[in-house]
């Protein structure tokens, strides 16, 4: 029903995108901050689904999505792409 194929397209490219937002004398940092990030998350995750008692499978991939649409209204709300885009403009 679900695929994660969709979720690995997205982490695949994170670097490329990455690499063309930052410039170049922070980009090793920009990496490490984004390895660090998936780290962390990858531990983390289970733990948050063990403690909620969401078990594997489709209860998952709901979870993830009602979350990603939540995180995506509330970034476009707040703006929060414009506010970084401003900021690097600056410096």
């Known amino acids: ?3 994660g194929v969709g979720i690995v397209m997205v ?3 994170i670097p490329f995108m990455l690499s063309i937002l ?3 004398s922070r980009f090793p ?3 490490s901050m984004n390895t660090l990030v998936s780290s962390i998350a990858g531990a983390v995750t289970p733990i948050i689904l063990a403690a909620l008692s ?9 979870l993830g999505a ?3 649409v939540a995180l995506a209204a509330l970034l476009l709300v707040l703006r ?3 506010k970084i ?4 403009q600056q410096v």
Not at 54 to 62: E, M, P, R, S, W
């Open 80 to 82: 929060i792409g414009t």
């Open 22 to 24: 930052a410039d170049k």
């Open 1 to 3: 029903m679900f695929s």
């Open 66 to 68: 009602i979350l990603s």
């Open 11 to 13: 982490n695949a490219t």
């Open 85 to 88: 885009e401003k900021a690097s």
């Open 54 to 62: 969401i078990g594997a499978g489709v209860a998952q991939y709901y």
């Open 29 to 31: 940092v920009v990496i």
